[in-house]
């Protein structure tokens, strides 16, 4: 096999958050942890992931005191040494001693869609988050949030004629997941200066304009809290693109992975709305996905997360069941994990003092330092930023000078690439470039998470661009 | 969205091993643990899907002990407890400290393609088994097998025109992935009455009628040991399929998930069977197959297993690695469990009597119970089986008369379905039948596990069968 003869769809599909600047920072992390010292910099910061625990970012204690005894049951047989040797507390062994009567071994395959206890549980934390209720047989659970979107995209899509609309900028796993399908992206811009908002003009447009080139479109993408761009939608804001959606038969896919990452207003679900509206519409399908990989779980790792239908016609939930059960099961142990997330101590219960301050901890450092990381970028020439609402990233505008630009062509690149190249290359911190989510023309941004500790990696930031700007102005 | 404009390759897609049957076993075992007592069964038997520890299986200590401290290192803090309180041993410690330093953290993504520190255990491990050395850069960890055969298959297929060879009968992943692909099958059948031996040239035929028809022929799929057949391949009947493979360019997809999982003779693998002939073919392009599900591991619900790629483009390679980063990594607990199998205690080491004592006794227990049921199936009427060489699976060949054949068509079923069902309803144990993985035109199977512990449940098909016979006479 060759380039020239393998699938060419997969050649189509591209992917920044782990592309070349990524691999570049592999490799100096690998040479600093070798012991050279030639660089510039005495560390690599990856930025360009949101990936907590590769970070400064403990996990909470709760889930993996539970996990070590779903993964070793014969630790609950001395229950006070765990106690007192380990600080194990009683509802810890409960809740282990739960899942595994609910899947019986983490080693064993459970129901392609999960193990049943653990999609009640998810159905009960849906309801008591919307205040409406969830069918447990309508929860499909994951392994992380990207394989869901993969799953129904694959149901949606059938070819060129097929067109799903994404947000530009979006998180690339939409734009390389339809390139893998070979279906057609039908790009809507969000206002980058209402705070990245959905423009549900825009998206009107794009129907009509996608419909005219004789695209079917089929779906709509939001991505609620914004992946880059960290907005956050209103009750209003999300009427909207159901309107849309029930006017155009529209399935809209709620990716909203980033929900309890809010610092601005409060949470507001694609399902809690629609079932508000319900008397106006019963006929829009919705896909409602979650992840145990973001929000302050941030347990990438073990790739778990869930998926909710609503308004699906039985006959293609079927199908969805054949499409994951070809899959086998998402991991058993990330289910487990999942339901710690959904169901976790509440006040009164031996585990909830920790939990409630390892939790607020982690809450509260990501809050200060998206606002610290905010506040720099305000102080940097030619870098105009949206204010963080909520997710993990800032995706800051940048104006670079026209000889950055033309240094740029010069290499074959894009500026905001060659941009961040630099940036690595000088100092260590690898963010990704606006190109690689999708920018409006004629504008340039990098995404950066705020995950990373201290502020010694953001004044590597200032510093670089400060440099760059007199070197090419 | 609704069947008629769903993407109609997933309509395409059939996955018997988890289809109507296993739903139905699942509804009885429902309802048996609800209390039901009007079924004539007070156990389901789920013979239906290589799932050890949803059965009888104990998973072994080492590798539980491993994973229950990667993940909660907080237990590492207090050694002399872990070691009096719960019988860890140094080595178990020790081993989980280190599967930390390759990782830093079970809940952070690893590389895309699994963990360097881990990768390099698999290919020590690979080269101790084959004599020939292998590369960390070709490996890439997967999320079970499953998941490496869709990657691979997502690479090599491009629409309807390429063609991949599949054994008949077949593990139904493959025919499940090619069609969701849109590619097409190139079926070629298995030697039933040669212990289901592969015949190289029905590959050749299959090939033949292939191009005549157009289709570019791109690679062949081997599963050895079988699944469902159970045959097991010499160094000569692989090299044959290598032969084909140079002539004819076929990538080889060698389904190497059962190799611990012998009776008789021992494993030979693509990979060292491939070197030991490289100066005869230095153009033969394989990806071999491996997993944590299977052998004595048995660890299904953990998802973890890898492949590696030998003679591959690395242009080619850049597009898998590609790929794989769209979904960010494999879970990284299994990709540790992945590290303790390919790296087991070892003699002389703290926890090597115990794991050895268990590996054994699981080993001994398949293969008793392998010709238990091999002996059963010679007992029973019109029911002709080949003896277990390998794999978790036997494949008996049915004959039943043909008043049953019509029952069957009256419900509009196979006659192997109905069996199956019938089967099922009476017993509560679920199989699958042979038209789940394809079978020669008038013949008829099924393909059971045997798992399952004790012997009653095979004299439950002992009865079933000549009852069954009696009705239908």
């Not at 705070?195 to 996608?210: E, L, P, R």
């Not at 929900?259 to 409060?266: K, P, R, S, Y």
């Amino acid at each position: 096999m060759s380039l020239d003869n393998i699938n060419p769809s997969v050649k189509q599909a591209k992917y920044a958050v782990r592309g070349e600047l990524a691999v570049k920072a592999e490799e100096y992390r690998a040479r600093l942890a070798d012991g050279d010292k030639s660089l510039p910099f005495d560390s690599v910061i990856f930025a360009n992931i949101g990936n907590p625990q590769q970070l400064d970012q403990q996990p909470i204690t709760f889930f993996r005191q539970v996990l070590s005894l779903v993964e070793n049951p014969v630790l609950l047989e001395n229950p006070d040494v765990l106690k007192t040797a380990f600080g194990y507390k009683q509802d810890v062994l409960d809740r282990a001693k739960a899942l595994l009567a609910a899947v019986q071994s983490v080693g064993a395959y459970s129901h392609s869609q999960g193990a049943p206890g653990i999609r009640e549980s998810v159905a009960k934390f849906i309801e008591e988050r919307d205040g409406f209720p969830a069918n447990p047989q309508d929860l499909f659970l994951t392994g992380g949030a990207s394989s869901g979107v993969s799953t129904l995209l694959n149901i949606i899509c059938d070819g060129p004629k097929t067109g799903v609309l994404v947000p530009i900028p979006q998180y690339p796993l939409y734009t390389a997941t339809l390139a893998l399908l070979n279906a057609t992206c039908v790009p809507y811009y969000l206002e980058e200066d209402k705070a990245w908002g959905t423009d549900v003009n825009a998206i009107k447009q794009s129907i009509k304009d996608a419909k005219a080139a004789g695209t079917d479109v089929r779906s709509v993408v939001v991505i609620n809290p914004g992946n880059p761009t960290g907005a956050s939608l209103t009750a209003d804001d999300i009427k909207q693109v159901i309107d849309i959606a029930a006017e155009e038969s529209l399935v809209i896919m709620a990716d909203e992975v980033y929900q309890t990452n809010i610092f601005m207003g409060e949470f507001v679900s694609f399902k809690k709305r629609l079932r508000q509206l319900q008397q106006e519409y019963d006929n829009v399908e919705l896909v409602s996905m979650h992840s145990t990989s973001k929000g302050m779980v941030g347990e990438c790792g073990h790739r778990g997360g869930y998926f909710e239908l609503v308004g699906f016609d039985p006959l293609v939930q079927e199908q969805i069941y054949k499409l994951v059960s070809i899959g086998l099961c998402p991991p058993v142990v990330s289910q487990c994990l999942l339901e710690t997330m959904v169901n976790p101590p509440k006040a009164g219960e031996p585990s909830y003092e920790l939990y409630d301050k390892e939790y607020s901890g982690i809450r509260d450092g990501l809050a200060q330092r998206a606002l610290a990381l905010y506040d720099a970028f305000q102080r940097m020439e030619g870098v105009e930023c949206q204010k963080p609402q909520g997710a993990m990233y800032l995706f800051p505008k940048i104006e670079l000078p026209a000889k950055a630009v033309e240094a740029a062509k010069a290499e074959n690149r894009a500026a905001d690439e060659f941009y961040c190249l630099r940036l690595l290359d000088a100092t260590g911190v690898c963010v990704v470039p606006g190109s690689g989510f999708g920018q409006k023309e004629n504008t340039l941004h990098f995404r950066t998470t705020f995950l990373a500790p201290g502020t010694d990696w953001v004044e590597r930031i200032v510093k670089f661009h400060s440099e760059f700007m007199e070197q090419y102005r």
